[in-house]
């Protein structure tokens, strides 16, 4: 069973459109991740939160928009995407990201489609 | 960046030992190595990390040469269900004090029937 709930699995969305991916877990974990996986690419880290605050943001455009409303609850909410945005969006939780000794988990990932 | 140096791509018959080698020269004191891999369109799958010691447990072993450049995961008995693509991740703290993980490119190991 996997600690790290991702709704949906599959999104087509369109240019216009609004859509918010949703990460979930119940670990009591402090450290929350979203990354993007291109096809054939490793993953690459977007947002980092820490104790439900924005700790880093790997210079995301601003048509991606993280959210942490709660210590369970991870939020990207997705506006006026390009085609170039289709990837796979993956959410990974730690205990805290102060520590080097702790793995990470992550989830089964959103397969998004901008068309 | 990442700071590791995998082979891009690896066979195995299975029921064969995997070694997947790993090379982290620029590796720091306080810094783990960590092993993810990740079967197609599948998030990552967490294997084993370490600091320094050799380490065990139920999926694989760790060996980290004793100067800690670089280090070989190994899969005792592949099977079918082992091809994936393998990551070699040194965990590093950034500026701010947080530890994500960063990935490089990996290795898509192959097990053969």
């Known amino acids: 069973d996997t600690e790290v709930t991702q709704t949906p699995k599959h999104l087509v969305m369109g240019m216009t459109n609004k859509k918010s991916l949703k990460c979930e877990q119940h670990?009591?974990?402090?450290?929350m991740y979203w990354y993007k996986q291109k096809a054939k690419k490793p993953p690459e880290l977007m947002f980092v939160?820490?104790?439900?605050?924005?700790?880093i943001n790997e210079s995301v455009p601003s048509r991606f928009s993280p959210e942490c409303p709660n210590s369970s609850l991870l939020n990207l909410h997705l506006h006026a995407l390009q085609p170039e945005d289709s990837a796979l969006y993956l959410c990974?939780?730690?205990?805290?990201?102060?520590?080097?000794?702790?793995?990470?988990?992550f989830g089964q990932g959103t397969r998004l489609t901008v068309v | 960046d990442a700071k590791t140096t995998q082979p891009p791509s690896m066979d195995c018959a299975e029921g064969r030992a995997a070694n997947l080698p790993c090379n982290h020269s620029?590796?720091?004191?306080?810094?783990?190595v960590y092993w993810y891999r990740q079967i197609h369109s599948q998030g990552p799958q967490y294997i084993i990390h370490g600091l320094k010691n050799n380490e065990t447990n139920e999926m694989a072993s760790l060996i980290i040469t004793e100067d800690r450049k670089s280090s070989t995961l190994i899969l005792p008995h592949a099977t079918l269900r082992d091809t994936a693509v393998y990551y070699c991740?040194?965990?590093?703290?950034?500026?701010?004090?947080?530890?994500?993980?960063?990935f490089g490119k990996g290795t898509r190991l192959s097990v053969i029937a």
């Open positions: 939160y820490s104790y439900e605050k924005l700790s």
């Open positions: 620029t590796i720091s004191g306080n810094e783990y």
């Open positions: 991740i040194v965990r590093v703290a950034t500026s701010s004090g947080n530890t994500p993980l960063v």
């Open positions: 990974a939780i730690s205990p805290g990201t102060q520590t080097l000794n702790t793995e990470a988990f």
């Open positions: 670990m009591g974990h402090r450290a």
